[in-house]
Nanobody, 128 residues
Framework: QVQLVESGGGSAQAGGSLRLSCVAS????????ISWFRQAPGKERQGVAR??????????SPSVHGRFTISRVNANAKNTVYLQMNSLKPEDAAMYYC???????????????????WGQGTQITVSS
């Protein structure tokens, strides 16, 4: 069973940067698609970036493309996924969740229902 632990949330000013981490452990899958979702109060949870742990290829939603970078490190039977968030905007403020599903990201979309495992979430606040 995959376990996900997120860290790195916090506050930043508009234009600033933050980095989130998500560690996937406790599994024997050779390949995971790990995604970052966010949910602001009163809004639906939306995907912002995802990465294939095998090939390291990242995909981004239009709202963060060019500002956020997703990357991964596979080591010691764990997959650590980073989300570097630059040029933050007030609209980036939300609870950010890490989610995972087995298999290639090319076969997975942005639907919440496609992901079987979720982290506990980490809060991002952006002040203008």
């Amino acid at each position: 069973q995959v376990q996900l632990v997120e860290s790195g949330g916090g506050s930043a000013q508009a234009g600033g940067s933050l980095r989130l981490s998500c560690v996937a452990s406790g599994h024997t899958y050779s390949r995971l698609c790990i995604s970052w979702f966010r949910q602001a109060p009163g809004k639906e949870r939306q995907g912002v970036a995802r990465i294939d742990t095998r090939d390291g290829i990242g995909l981004y939603s239009p709202s963060v493309h060019g500002r956020f970078t997703i990357s991964r490190v596979n080591a010691n039977a764990k997959n650590t996924v980073y989300l570097q968030m630059n040029s933050l905007k007030p609209e980036d403020a939300a609870m950010y969740y890490c989610a995972a599903t087995s298999g290639a990201c090319a076969l997975v979309g942005w639907s919440v229902s496609e992901y079987s495992v979720w982290g506990q979430g980490t809060q991002i606040t952006v002040s203008s």
